[in-house]
């Protein structure tokens, strides 16, 4: 079995940052690439970060320069550190984990319930 769980988030201050973190548990041998997306309401869930385990990384248009993906794997936690954050950021904030259940297998896709992240003053 395995857990991905988003934690981090809450009410923060156009301008101000918030730290996002998402931490994959359970029996796997491996972290694959890892994303974050966000649903804001009323809209479908758009990617905004993932960060392969090689080190590859990549952004969305619009959270790039603001936005910064890093990941302990040690500790199995992939972070999303989030600054000049903007009205139109407030949403939820999930986590894809790609995780390998067994040596040879293929990757398996898992998804976290999500924390929310409201922008306002």
């Known amino acids: 079995q395995v857990q991905v769980a988003e934690s981090g988030g809450g009410l923060v201050q156009p301008g101000g940052s918030l730290r996002l973190s998402c931490a994959a548990s359970?029996?796997?041998?491996?972290?694959?690439?890892v994303g974050w997306y966000r649903q804001a309401p009323g809209n479908q869930r758009e990617f905004l970060a993932a960060?392969?385990?090689?080190?590859?990384?990549n952004y969305a248009d619009s959270v790039k320069g603001r936005f910064s993906i890093s990941r302990d794997d040690a500790q199995n936690t992939v972070y999303l550190e989030m600054t000049s954050l903007k009205p139109e950021d407030t949403g939820v904030y999930y986590c894809n984990a790609a995780v390998r259940l067994r040596s040879g297998r293929p990757y398996v896709n898992y998804w976290g319930q999500g924390t929310q992240v409201t922008v306002s003053s």
């Open positions: 960060r392969a385990s090689g080190g590859g990384q």
């Open positions: 359970g029996s796997f041998v491996s972290l694959g690439t």
